[in-house]
Each structure stands twice: as C-alpha cells, then as structure tokens.
C-alpha cells in the first residue's frame, strides 16, 4: 500500500537550535515530494517541493528538506527554529511517478519551538 | 490575486441530514480537490475534478459525490450524514491535474451531531 510515514507526533526543540521534522514514504515511481504546514483552524500552507535535481530543496521561511533515494526519506529542516514556526507540518507525496494528481498526506508532526 | 474560497467556514448538521460545500479556486486554476481531514490526521483524498469531470477518486463512498462548474468552482456533496463524516472539508486547487503545485483554501468545520 502506498503511504507515508512520519514517526514523530511532536517535536520539541529551543528557539535558536535547528529542527528536523522527519518523513519518510512507500510509493512506487519516482513521486512528487511537498511539505506543507497548517496553523490552528487554518488551511495547508506549502514550505516547498521536490521534482527532480538537486537533493537538497531551499522552500519558504527558511525551510529546506533532503531528498534521499534510497532511504525513501525527505526531512524537512530549518538552521535555526523561530517560536512562530510551532505549528503542525505535513509531509505529502504524489503516488506514482511525476504529477499525478493526488496527494498522500503523512498523520502529521506538532513542531514546538520554546523561547 | 484572489486564493482559494470555501464557503461556509463553520457548518452543524444532523444525522441523515445532506450538506453541500463550496469552493471556489485560485485565479489561473482548473482543477479542484477536495480532501477530507479528521481530528488528529492528515487529509485523505476524496476526489478530483477536471473539466468538469471527475477524474479520480479516494476510498469514499457514494455518499461523497461533487461537481465542477464551467467557471472551475467546486461543489461536495455529502448525504445521509453520519457522525464519522466530522471533519475539517479541504478545496486545493491546481493547474492541469497538479501542475505547478497545489493551493488549499481554509477548509470547512463540518460538525454531525
């Protein structure tokens, strides 16, 4: 079955440090890869993407995620977390390969960033 | 440059009961998704729509069926409400199946009581 995994319900982390929100996926064909982040009764809002080239994705806010093939993984990361970046972040993938249309979202991790 | 619309924001309705939400999509955008996301969870898709035409479909009944409107607006329709259908009601919309990304409006609280 295809789905995407991310094992962390909550991440906790110190204003200043940097911060990994961890996905990984099980899709078949070389998907689309997004991570999106929603605050409190609000919709998604996208960070960035991955289609092709470069493993390493710069997206909004200072978020950049690593794509890495093998592992099947593609982490999101930011050098140095804000107390306005707690909010709760979700990693998507497209099934298949390219752009098909459909998103599959992982359960979601709680990013808690402390003064 | 206008984002996604969906309307209502907040929605309660009975059990059995048949609701309609609303979306309307990004200036440029043709085509709309909705996705279903309960409390706690990601969204699950429900289904696509372009061209008027559905074009894909999640794991949901037929009680789940929708519309698309010369203009690319969007309706869901939801009948014989059951509790379980509780959930925050999510529009994205994109160009051509999902090129260039995909734009989620604010989403509708639909609440079964």
């Known amino acids: 079955a295809q789905s995407v995994a991310q094992p962390e319900d909550q991440v906790n982390v110190a204003e200043g440090n940097p911060l990994t929100v961890k996905c990984t996926y099980s899709v078949s064909g070389n998907p689309y890869l997004f991570w999106y982040v929603q605050y409190p009764n609000r919709g998604l809002q996208f960070l960035l993407k991955?289609?092709?080239?470069?493993?390493l994705v710069k997206g909004s806010y200072g978020f950049e995620a690593e794509f890495n093939k093998s592992q099947t993984s593609f982490h999101l990361k930011k050098p140095s977390a804000l107390v306005s970046d707690s909010a709760l972040y979700f990693c998507a993938v497209t099934p298949g390969s390219g752009n098909t249309g459909k998103l599959i979202f992982g359960q979601g991790t709680t990013l808690q960033v402390k003064p | 440059d206008a984002g996604v619309t969906q309307s209502p924001t907040h929605l309660i309705k009975t059990r059995g009961q048949q609701v309609t939400l609303r979306c309307s999509p990004k200036?440029?955008?043709?085509?709309v998704s909705w996705y279903q996301q309960a409390l706690g969870q990601g969204p699950q898709f429900i289904f696509q729509y372009y061209e008027e035409e559905e074009r894909q479909r999640g794991n949901f009944p037929d009680r789940f069926s929708g519309h698309q409107f010369p203009n690319y607006s969007s309706e869901l329709n939801v009948n014989a409400l059951l509790l379980g259908d509780s959930a925050l009601y999510l529009c994205a919309s994109s160009l051509t199946l999902g090129g260039g990304g995909y734009t989620f409006g604010s989403g509708t609280r639909l609440t079964v009581v």
């Open positions: 200036s440029g955008h043709d085509t």
């Open positions: 991955y289609i092709t080239g470069d493993n």
